[in-house]
């Protein structure tokens, strides 16, 4: 009978020794799983917040561009007023001005006399004087209301040299008794509307909104 050494060393062969072979356990395969898809949502949540700073910067740009686009073409519509009296004779005219950089189009005018509306030329002439004035004799008028006006043009909506016509519509314009709104847009749809309550020394800057509607109080010239 052949005697075992209990102090001999394992034979490598046997099932003890490949017991002991190293090998990843299935926790240590979940612990990798884990960081690699930790990792993976890092880089996720970073391209996200990259890309969000980068739509952010483009959208910030794109509003640069378009206000530089529309404050280069931006209109500015003044309403001037001319007029003289003496001893012989009078006159008085209105006109519109674009002294801006763009191009102007005129979207609608209103004008009151004394609260109520008033349509037309020669119906300012009946408020004024009583009776209708004969146009192209008395009073020259354009159409002001619905045009372009090209930037440095000029219209003038109404004039007369007719003396007594020249000095009641001065008389009403300085009292305050007429009133003027008018509003004009940009090529980009930005627009603005004047109106004058008080007499011109004291008229405001324009509003940016949209054209107020007139309805039938709409000026027609």
């Known amino acids: 009978m052949t005697g075992i050494d209990p102090g001999a060393p394992a034979d490598p062969e ?24 930790a990792l993976q949502t890092l880089l996720s949540l970073a391209g996200v ?26 209109p500015y519509v003044q309403f001037m007023i001319e007029d003289r009296s003496d001893a012989d004779s009078a006159h008085f005219s209105l006109s519109f001005d674009n002294v801006g950089v763009g191009p102007a189009r005129m979207r609608g005018m209103q004008l009151i006399h004394r609260g109520e509306a008033v349509i037309s030329w020669e119906a300012m002439t009946v408020a004024l004087l009583g009776e209708a004035a004969e146009l192209g004799s008395d009073y020259g008028q354009s159409s ?26 001065q008389r009403a314009v300085y009292r305050g008794d007429v009133a003027l709104s008018y509003c004009y847009c940009s090529i980009f749809d930005q627009c603005w509307t004047v109106a004058t309550p008080e007499p011109p020394a004291a008229a405001k800057e324009p509003e940016e909104g949209n054209c107020p509607e007139f309805g039938d109080d709409a000026f027609i010239d």
């Open 144 to 169: 002001a209301s619905r045009r372009v006006l090209a930037p440095g043009d000029s219209v003038t909506a109404f004039n007369t040299d007719r003396r007594d016509l020249a000095l009641a519509i």
């Open 14 to 37: 046997t099932p003890e020794a490949e017991d002991a072979d190293p090998s990843p356990s299935i926790a240590d395969i979940q612990r990798s799983f884990l960081r690699l898809t």
């Open 49 to 74: 917040f990259t890309g969000a700073v980068a739509l952010y910067a483009a959208l910030n740009e794109s509003q640069a561009v378009r206000q530089q686009s529309a404050a280069s073409v931006w």
